[in-house]
C-alpha cells in the first residue's frame, strides 16, 4: 500500500498501486486487481482518480508511439503517452495536438477519460472531437475497440466518462498540421463582464485562441484581462530554452491568502492594464504557464486546495457571473488562477463531458475547512438554478443532486459502467 493524493492535496489516501508495463500485461492482470481505477500523472485536482483502500492502475508505463503517419497526421499510440511528450516529438515535424488543456503533464487516456477542453473550444472542439479510435479492456478481460462508427456508444460514454467504461490500452488520435508552434497574441484589459463578452464574441471569428484572468475580488467591479492568439504563420519551428524551476518545499500555511491575494490582483492587472501589447509566445507558456514550476499545488500549504469550476449557459451568463463573484467576495476567498472564457455553440459528445455552450469560471481556493465548503454551498446553489454543471475533472465535494441535474446522460451512461472499475468518485456521484 502507498500513500497518494490528488493535484489538489487535500489528503494522503492510502492505495494497493498497480503498473502496469505493458498492454499484455494488463490483460494478463487487471483481473486480479479489482475494484481499481486508472491513475495516470496525477493532475485530477479532485476525487475521479482516487480510490480509497483499493488499487489504482498506473498507466504511464503504457506510453509507447505505436505508428504515425506524417502525411495524414494520424498517431497511433499506447493511452500512458502524455501531451507533453507528443508535442516534444511531434511539433519539430510540423504537428501539433488540435485540443489541448492547461497543462501538458496529461496522459492521453486522461485527456480522453475529461474530454478535456482547451482557449480554442469555438474552433476545434473538445479532445475528444479528434479522437478516432479506442482500445478498451473491461475486467472481465473483454476487450471492446470503438470509434464514432464502430460500437459508436461504448466511444462516447468513455469520452468524459472518468475512467469508468474501462481501462484504456491505445488510442488513434488526428492532429493538425502547423508551420510554426509560435502564437501572435494580444492582451486586452476589461472592465465588466458585458465587455468581456462583447470581446469574446467579437474575437471568435479571426482568433483561434480566447481566454481571460479576471480579478475574482472585485465582487461587482469587475476587471480583467482578455487573451486571444492565432498560430503564428512564421514558419518558424524553432524551440527556446526555458529553464524549469521546482518547489521544494511546502509552505506551513497557503501563500494565496487575505494579504497576498489581493496585492497579487492588483499589481498583475495593473502591469498588464499598462503593458497592453501585441507579441509572439512560443506554445509552451502561452498554453501551459503553470507547468514551468513543478509541484506548484504546494504554494497552498499543507491543507491543499479545491478548483472550482463550472459552465453557465449562455441565456443567464452576465448574472449567474456577477452573482458568483459577490459571493466569492463576501467570503473574502478567491484565487490568482481565476479563469472566465466562453465556449463555441457545440455539443460535446462524450455522455459525461463538461463543455457545452457557455461561459466557464475556473478558480482555485486554499482549503480553509468549512469556511470553503460554505463558500461552495452558496456557488452550487447558483450554478444549479443555472442549470449549468460543475467539471468533473476537478471536483472533490459536489452533491450527487448537482451531479444529476448538470449530466441528465448519467442514467444511459451507467450502462456502460465496468462493474470492476470504482473511484471515490464514482461512489460519491454515481453510488458505486
Not at 79 to 89: M, P
Not at 197 to 206: R, V
Amino acid at each position: 500500500m502507498a500513500k497518494i493524493q490528488s493535484w489538489g492535496r487535500l489528503a494522503s489516501i492510502e492505495h494497493n498501486i498497480v503498473i502496469f508495463d505493458t498492454p499484455s500485461h494488463a490483460i494478463d492482470q487487471l483481473k486480479h486487481h479489482c475494484p481499481g481505477i486508472a491513475h495516470g500523472m496525477g493532475r485530477s485536482y479532485g476525487d475521479a482518480a482516487l480510490n480509497t483502500h483499493g488499487s489504482l492502475w498506473h498507466t504511464t508505463s503504457l506510453d509507447h508511439f505505436i505508428s504515425f503517419d506524417i502525411k495524414s497526421g494520424i498517431l497511433h499510440c499506447e493511452a500512458g503517452v502524455s501531451l507533453q511528450e507528443i508535442n516534444r516529438v511531434l511539433i519539430p515535424q510540423g504537428w501539433m495536438l488540435p485540443v489541448t488543456p492547461g497543462t501538458q503533464m496529461v496522459t492521453v487516456g486522461g485527456a480522453i477519460s475529461n474530454d478535456v477542453h482547451g482557449k480554442n473550444h469555438h474552433r476545434f472542439g473538445t479532445f475528444g472531437d479528434h479522437i478516432l479510435y479506442i482500445k478498451i479492456l473491461r475486467t472481465d478481460e473483454a476487450i471492446i475497440e470503438c470509434s464514432s462508427r464502430e460500437k459508436p456508444e461504448w466511444f462516447y460514454a468513455t469520452l468524459g466518462g472518468i475512467g469508468l467504461t474501462g481501462l484504456i490500452l491505445e488510442v488513434k488520435l488526428r492532429l493538425r498540421a502547423i508551420s510554426s508552434p509560435w502564437i501572435d497574441s494580444e492582451t486586452i484589459p476589461y472592465y465588466s463582464i458585458e465587455e468581456f463578452f462583447d470581446l469574446a464574441d467579437s474575437s471568435e471569428k479571426d482568433w483561434e485562441y480566447t481566454v481571460s484572468w479576471i480579478d475574482c475580488l472585485t465582487g461587482s467591479s469587475v476587471k480583467g484581462l482578455f487573451i486571444r492568439g492565432n498560430l503564428s504563420e512564421s514558419k518558424n519551428l524553432s524551440i527556446p530554452k526555458y529553464k524549469d524551476k521546482t518547489l521544494f518545499f511546502t509552505p506551513p500555511i497557503s501563500l494565496v491568502n487575505k494579504v497576498s491575494l489581493p496585492l497579487f490582483n492588483f499589481s498583475y492587472f495593473h502591469t498588464h492594464r499598462l503593458m497592453r501589447r501585441k507579441e509572439i509566445v512560443y506554445y509552451e507558456p502561452f498554453f501551459y504557464p503553470l507547468d514551468k514550476l513543478h509541484d506548484w499545488n504546494k504554494i497552498y500549504g499543507a491543507r491543499g486546495f479545491y478548483q472550482y469550476q463550472c459552465v453557465i449557459p449562455r441565456d443567464v451568463g452576465v448574472q449567474t457571473i456577477e452573482a458568483m463573484l459577490k459571493v466569492i467576495k463576501k467570503y473574502n476567498q478567491g484565487s490568482f488562477l481565476a479563469v472566465l472564457k466562453t465556449f463555441g455553440n457545440r455539443q460535446s459528445k462524450g455522455m459525461l463531458s463538461f463543455p457545452r455552450p457557455g461561459v466557464t469560471l475556473a478558480l482555485d481556493f486554499p482549503n480553509r475547512g468549512q469556511p470553503t465548503l460554505e463558500l461552495f454551498t452558496e456557488l452550487d446553489r447558483l450554478v444549479y438554478h443555472a442549470k449549468g454543471r460543475l467539471y468533473l475533472a476537478k471536483d472533490a465535494c459536489m452533491s450527487k443532486e448537482l451531479f444529476e441535474v448538470g449530466y441528465p446522460n448519467f442514467e444511459k451512461f451507467l450502462k456502460y459502467k465496468d462493474p470492476g472499475i470504482s473511484s471515490d468518485m464514482s461512489r460519491r456521484l454515481l453510488g458505486e
